[in-house]
């Protein structure tokens, strides 16, 4: 099987079938998503009246065409899991559910910490499946590296799993370049999430790396949390081009690099929209670039000068 993410530009169209310019990747070069997706992380699930909001934002996020999801264990210790199974649950076929594992819940002190110990990767992955409803995790990530646990023991555990036909593919979270080669020595890796936005490209290196190998980087903090429109520069593009300033910080992600797949998370529907019309924000060359230049540690000079940084 091949390992590698294609990217798809020929656009999709969503359930109200308007244009969308910001096309598909295939994750592992065979799991078809359109390219911005939802982070669940901030749909409360209580009390009733915000769970039931939090169910029609993720219901709506469908309807609009959103086919890839981002959800974790550590979202409320499975809660989160449930939460998108109450609401979408049977899935549609072109529904991509991925979910993370790797923090535990200390039951004394109910402090969370990393955990990539193989039984607690395991147990974690077996609850999963039993919160979101499913035999397969078509995606499953690593959501820190445990520097406590040898990586070829918790990359192993995560093989086996997918031996097991428990997990489809394999993605990791918060790596950088030297871990993600590391990684992939032991196994194949089809996605990585690491924080990234318009304003804080530290990862750039990481989202090149994934680029060249076809792995989807899934941005975390893609908005960052709204606040984008209080740089000048965004905010006077978006006046430009009629659109608001989260969305052009997402549409700068979309046209950044094919390989980025933006999880904007809101418990809000009108963000909700306001956020997947970002597809359709097409951004001449001109204002790319003047975006281009707003990265304050100017990373994209930086790697053009020394590609290993
Ligand atoms: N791998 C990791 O370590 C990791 C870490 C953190 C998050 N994640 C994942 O990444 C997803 C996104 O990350 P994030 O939640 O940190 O950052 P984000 O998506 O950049 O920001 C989310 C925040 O922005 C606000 N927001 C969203 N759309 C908005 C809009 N159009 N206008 C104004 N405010 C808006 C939301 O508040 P409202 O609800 O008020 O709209 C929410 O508080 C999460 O849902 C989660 O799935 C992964």
């Known amino acids: 099987m091949s390992t590698s993410g294609t990217y798809d530009a020929s656009g999709t169209s969503d ?60 979202y409320g210790g499975g809660a989160n899991e449930e939460l998108l199974a109450e609401a979408l649950h049977p899935y549609p076929d072109d529904l991509l559910i991925t979910t993370k594992v790797g923090f535990t819940r200390s039951p004394s002190s109910g402090e969370w910490r990393n955990d990539g110990r193989p039984d607690s990767l395991r147990t974690q992955v077996d609850e999963a499946l039993r919160r979101l409803r499913v035999e397969r995790l078509e995606l499953l990530q690593l959501h820190r590296l445990d520097p406590e646990v040898p990586l070829p023991k918790q990359l192993g555990a995560l093989r086996e799993l997918r031996s097991a036909g428990k997990v489809g593919r394999i993605g990791l979270s918060e790596v950088t370049v030297a871990e993600l080669a590391d990684a992939r020595e032991i196994v194949d890796i089809a996605s990585v999430q690491n924080r990234y936005n318009l304003l804080d490209r530290e990862h750039e290196p990481v989202l090149r790396a994934c680029e060249a190998a076809g792995i989807a980087f899934l941005p975390w903090r893609t908005v960052a949390w709204g606040s984008t429109g209080e740089q000048e520069t965004i905010a006077a593009i978006a006046r430009e081009l009629d659109a608001t300033p989260t969305q052009i910080s997402l549409a700068w992600l ?37 975006l281009d230049r707003l990265d304050p540690l100017n990373h994209l000079d930086r790697l053009a000068e020394n590609p290993e940084s």
């Open 15 to 74: 359930a109200s079938n308007t244009s969308d310019t910001s096309g598909t990747f295939r994750i592992a070069g065979d799991l078809t998503v359109n390219r911005l997706g939802f982070g669940a992380m901030h749909l409360p699930t209580e009390p009733a009246a915000d769970r039931a909001n939090a169910v029609a934002v993720a219901r709506r996020a469908v309807e609009l065409g959103v086919t890839l999801i981002d959800t974790a264990h550590l």
């Open 254 to 290: 979309l046209h950044h690099s094919p390989a980025i797949l933006p999880i904007p998370g809101t418990a809000r529907l009108p963000h909700l929209e306001e956020n997947v019309a970002a597809r359709r924000v097409e951004l001449p060359p001109a204002h790319k670039k003047r």
